[in-house]
């Protein structure tokens, strides 16, 4: 599993226990609205959308909070117009980043990023820099104590899933982006909970840090996801897992 896939799951499952739930939360509606407002209200019609309700149910967001979010990209809630605009960039070190923003003021989120990459030794690019280092994947996670590996294997690429690797313990799912919800389906119908389902920008390649360089590209990796605007991150690092503990 790459560097980043571990520092992912480090922040996913302290994000559980320590981040506010009003960012999570926040984070979750915006997707919600903006995949209403391109594909229509009925998750049965729009993928995205069902994608992304199933993603606040897994954060346990109220249905409430759910069905507002909804509305507001549907029009029939008055709500913030958000713009979707990815950025690419280097971190220390050469390292590809790419990151997903929903944003009102494109001009205030540029300057932002702009800021936190230069801040931690590294710099925003130009469209298209870094994009190629990267492809677009449904990721399953499944707690492992839960079933054996061969009974989520099964499931899986029976459900056409391309790889199942494991994870301290746990089940890590690789699908295309569009069979993700197919593979969660398939494995919920056997009774294997999932913990999370998203499609991600997964890197083709990696760099391997240490010392300063690993964790100047950690405190960037924070500073990101931690923004407002931004609704995920994606790099191509690939650090030892003490550090990548000791900086989340």
Avoid at 69 to 89: I, P
Wanted: hydrophobic share 40%; charged share 25%.
């Amino acid at each position: 599993m790459s560097g980043h896939s571990k520092w992912h799951n480090i922040r996913l499952q302290k994000g559980k226990a320590d981040l506010e739930r009003g960012k999570i939360f926040g984070r979750l509606s915006r997707e919600i609205t903006i995949a209403a407002k391109q594909g229509g209200g009925n998750p049965d019609g729009n993928s995205r959308l069902r994608l992304a309700i199933e993603r606040a149910r897994d954060s346990s967001m109220p249905a409430d909070n759910i069905r507002r979010a909804v509305q507001k990209g549907t029009g029939e809630l008055e709500g913030t117009a958000y713009d979707e605009v990815t950025y690419e960039g280097y971190g220390p070190g050469g390292v590809a980043v790419m990151v997903e923003a929903a944003t009102d003021n494109r001009n205030r989120t540029v300057a932002d990023l702009r800021h936190l990459f230069t801040r931690n030794g590294g710099n925003l690019g130009e469209a298209g820099s870094v994009a190629w280092q990267f492809a677009r994947k449904g990721m399953v996670r499944v707690a492992g104590d839960s079933h054996s590996e061969d009974a989520v294997m099964e499931a899986a690429l029976e459900a056409g899933a391309e790889d199942v690797a494991s994870d301290g313990g746990d089940f890590q799912i690789t699908t295309g982006a569009d069979e993700l919800l197919a593979v969660r389906a398939a494995l919920e119908s056997r009774g294997i909970a999932v913990e999370s389902a998203a499609v991600e920008m997964l890197p083709q390649t990696t760099v391997t840090l240490d010392g300063d360089a690993a964790r100047r590209m950690l405190k960037l990796m924070a500073s990101l996801e931690d923004h407002d605007d931004v609704q995920n991150v994606a790099a191509n690092f690939d650090i030892a897992e003490q550090i990548l503990q000791e900086a989340s």
